[in-house]
């Protein structure tokens, strides 16, 4: 699946690093998280993109937690209690 913008491509060279494929299901979750312009639950990034399945939204933001330092996540932000943000560089 080719980039189309520089998010994307940001997004996939850091998957390609850790081989993961830049797929369907993570660009809809990268695209929702981008457009929700804050936290989002998982039903409300689901409503967002309403053909993402529950099933494939929690394997893929589990795998796209690819940190270089987990302990320290700077793009897939989990805050407590609310939902997942994306915060680019």
Do not use: C, W
Not at 9 to 29: A, F, M
Not at 45 to 59: E, F, M
Not at 73 to 82: E, N, Q, S, W, Y
């Amino acid at each position: 699946m080719a980039a189309t913008t520089e998010l994307d491509r940001s997004v996939n060279e850091r998957l390609t690093k850790h081989d993961l494929r830049y797929t369907t299901g993570r660009r809809q979750i990268v695209d929702g998280l981008r457009s929700a312009g804050g936290p989002v639950t998982l039903p409300e990034l689901l409503q967002i993109q309403s053909d993402l399945a529950q099933s494939s939204a929690y394997r893929n933001l589990s795998l796209m937690e690819f940190e270089p330092d987990p302990t320290q996540p700077r793009h897939l932000i989990t805050d407590a209690g609310v939902g997942y943000r994306f915060q680019p560089e």
